[in-house]
C-alpha cells in the first residue's frame, strides 16, 4: 500500500508535473475515498517518505469542515424540537389546545422543553388556558435545513455566523483536515530506488556509491533504548548502606570465604558445640572436602580450654571439646564468622604478629598508623555485607541464603549504651528513627539486643537485627587487651530492600521470578 502510493504520486507528478490537491488523487482499490482524512494521512505518510529523498516537495494545506453531533443527526432526520412542538399542536380554533403534559407524552421530556421557548420565541405557538396551539399555519425548519446541508457538504453556505450558532448548539462539530499541494523535487524519478541506509566496502570498491542514493539521516529519530547492565537492587540498596559505613569511617572486612570451619564459625565465637544452631537441619556441611585446615595451634588451644574448662572469669561449657566438630567444613550461617577472624587479626596486629594459617593480616611494618597505648592496640571499626547459608524451609520471607550487614565496632570501655546511641545514628542514616531494644540471647554476646523498628506502611514495631557486647570468652582467647570492649550488630539486607520496594514475597527479589525489567526500571534507591 505504501509502495503504490508513493508510485501513484510520482507517476501523477510525471504526467502533470504538479499535484494542486492531493484530494483529487484516485487511489486505485481504495474503499475510503481519497477526500477523507484516513486517505489524506496514508498520502502524508507517502509524501514524507519521498520527501526524505528529495524526489518531491510538499506544502501542507489546512481545511476546516463540520459534521453532525449525534443530536444534530437526529434533528437532520426528525426535525428540530421546536419544529416537532410545532407539529404537535392543533391549529387555533381547530382542535384542543394540548397541555404541556401531554405535549412531553407525544414527542418526550427533552424535546417538549427545549423546543417550547424556541417555538415561542419565533412565534410559532400560543398558548390558550387550557395549553398549546399553532400561532403560525406553516414554518420553516431553518435548522433541519442547515443542518441536512452540512451533512451533505461539510459545511453552510449562509456562512460562519450559522454555523457557529449550530456548534454553540452542540449540533455540530468543527474537523481540522488537511491536505496538501505536492511538486517534483530535485531527484524526482518515477522509479523508487530503496536508498542506501549505510556505505559499504563493496560500493567503494565497486564506485556504486557514485550514482547511489542514500537515506537522509533523521536526527529528530528516537534512538534504540541501550541494552545495558542494571544493579540488581539488592546491590542498589548494598551500595546505600556501604556508603553510610564509610561515612561513619568503618573498614570494610573481606568476606569472600563462603566456607567457614565449625572453628571460626562457632568456636571462635564461644558458640557451645552442642548448640542447635550447629545441626545439621539450621547449617550447611560439605561432605567433600570435609574437614578444614587447622587454625593457628595456640589461638586453637586457648578457645578449646575456655569451651571446655572456662577462664578469662568464666566457667566455661564444662563439656568434652571435639576436634571434630571444630573442623567440620560448612557454608557460613552468618558473618560474624568474618567479624570474630577480623578481631583476631587486629589483636594479632596489636602483638606485631603476621598470620599465614588464616589469611593475609597485612604487614605490620608497613602499618604506618600509630598505636596509642603500649599494648598496641588501635580501635577499629568493621563493616560487610555478604552471603549466608542456613537450612531454612523457605517461604515467602526465608530462603536458604541470604545477605547480612554487619557492623563492629572495638575500642577501650566501650558500654551497651555506646552500642545503642551507635545504632541510632546508624539506622537514622538508612532513614529508621524510630527504635527500640528487647533482651535477647547470643551465644556470643552479652547482654544481647534484638533492634525492632516501627514500620509506617505496616504501621507496627518490626524486628530488623540482632546486636550486642562480644564476651570476654570470644575477645579474651585472641589475645585482646582486657578492657577492649567489642559491639556488633547486624541487619539482613533483604528486609529492607524488600521494604523499600514494597516486595512482599522475597521469591519476586531473588531468583527466576525476578523480573529483569523490574530490576532494570527500579530507580536507584534513597533511604
Ligand atoms: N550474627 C548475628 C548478628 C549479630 C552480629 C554481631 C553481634 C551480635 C549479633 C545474627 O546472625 O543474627
Redesign the pocket.
Known amino acids: 500500500m505504501a509502495e503504490a502510493l508513493q508510485q501513484l504520486i510520482l507517476d501523477t507528478l510525471d504526467q502533470f508535473s504538479a499535484i494542486d490537491d492531493t484530494r483529487t488523487l484516485v487511489i486505485p482499490g481504495q474503499t475510503v475515498p481519497a477526500t477523507s482524512q484516513d486517505a489524506q494521512i496514508a498520502i502524508l505518510g507517502a509524501l514524507n517518505s519521498l520527501q526524505s529523498r528529495e524526489m518531491i516537495s510538499y506544502e501542507t494545506r489546512e481545511t476546516s469542515s463540520h459534521a453532525l453531533t449525534p443530536e444534530g443527526a437526529q434533528i437532520a432526520l426528525e426535525g428540530s424540537h421546536e419544529a416537532r412542538v410545532w407539529a404537535a399542536l392543533p391549529v387555533k380554533g381547530e382542535g384542543e389546545p394540548v397541555g404541556v403534559q401531554e405535549l412531553k407524552r407525544k414527542i418526550g421530556d427533552e424535546a417538549a422543553k427545549v423546543g417550547q421557548g424556541r417555538a415561542f420565541k419565533n412565534g410559532w405557538i400560543t398558548k390558550e388556558s387550557s395549553g398549546f396551539v399553532k400561532a403560525a399555519s406553516s414554518i420553516e425548519d431553518t435548522t433541519q435545513i442547515e443542518l441536512r446541508e452540512i451533512d451533505s457538504t461539510g459545511t453552510l453556505k449562509a456562512g460562519e455566523k450559522a454555523l457557529a450558532e449550530l456548534r454553540k448548539r452542540k449540533l455540530i462539530v468543527q474537523r481540522k483536515g488537511q491536505w496538501f499541494t505536492v511538486r517534483k523535487g530535485p531527484n524526482f524519478s518515477t522509479s523508487i530506488a530503496k536508498p542506501e541506509t549505510d556505505l559499504t566496502v563493496d560500493m567503494l570498491t565497486s564506485g556504486s556509491w557514485k550514482s547511489a542514493t542514500f537515506k537522509k539521516y533523521n536526527f529528530e529519530a528516537d534512538g534504540i533504548p541501550t541494552s545495558g547492565g542494571a544493579f540488581h537492587p539488592l546491590l542498589k540498596v548494598r551500595e546505600e548502606i556501604r556508603n553510610i559505613f564509610l561515612e561513619m569511617g568503618f573498614e570494610e572486612m573481606p568476606t569472600n570465604s563462603f566456607v567457614e570451619s565449625g572453628f571460626w564459625c562457632f568456636d571462635a565465637l564461644f558458640v557451645p558445640q552442642l548448640h542447635p544452631a550447629r545441626e545439621l537441619q539450621d547449617t550447611f556441611y560439605l561432605s567433600d572436602p570435609s574437614t578444614s585446615l587447622r587454625p593457628p595451634e595456640d589461638y586453637y588451644k586457648r578457645v578449646a580450654t575456655v569451651h571446655e574448662k572456662g577462664g578469662y572469669g568464666s566457667i566455661g561449657y564444662r563439656s568434652p571439646w571435639s576436634d571434630e566438630e571444630s573442623h567440620k567444613l560448612l557454608l557460613r550461617?552468618?558473618?560474624?564468622a568474618s567479624?570474630g577472624a577480623m578481631l583476631y587479626k587486629l589483636a594479632a596486629r596489636c602483638r606485631g604478629e603476621t598470620i599465614d594459617e588464616h589469611g593475609d593480616v597485612g604487614d605490620p611494618e608497613g602499618d604506618t598508623r600509630q598505636s596509642v597505648e603500649g599494648d598496641g592496640f588501635r580501635p577499629a571499626k568493621f563493616f560487610s555485607i555478604d552471603r549466608?547459608f542456613r537450612n531454612e524451609t523457605m517461604d515467602a520471607t526465608h530462603l536458604a541464603e541470604f545477605h547480612?550487614v554487619?557492623?563492629?565496632v572495638a575500642d577501650r570501655n566501650l558500654t551497651l549504651a555506646d552500642l545503642i546511641g551507635f545504632m541510632r545514628v546508624f539506622f537514622k542514616k538508612m532513614g529508621v528513627t524510630d527504635l527500640r531494644f528487647k533482651p535477647a540471647y547470643?551465644p556470643?554476646?552479652e547482654p544481647?539486643l534484638e533492634i525492632f523498628a516501627f514500620h509506617p506502611m505496616l504501621q507496627k514495631w518490626v524486628e530488623i537485627?540482632?546486636?550486642?557486647m562480644?564476651r570476654a570468652e570470644m575477645l579474651e582467647p585472641m589475645g585482646l587487651p582486657k578492657d577492649v570492649r567489642v559491639?556488633?550488630?547486624?541487619?539482613s539486607l533483604e528486609r529492607p530492600t524488600m521494604i523499600r520496594y514494597g516486595i512482599n514475597n522475597i521469591r519476586t527479589l531473588v531468583g527466576h521470578k525476578t523480573s529483569i525489567e523490574g530490576v532494570e526500571t527500579s530507580p536507584a534507591v534513597m533511604f
Open positions: 550461617t552468618h558473618t560474624t567479624s549466608v547480612q554487619e557492623g563492629v547470643n556470643y554476646t544481647s537485627g540482632n546486636s550486642g562480644f559491639h556488633g550488630w547486624g541487619i
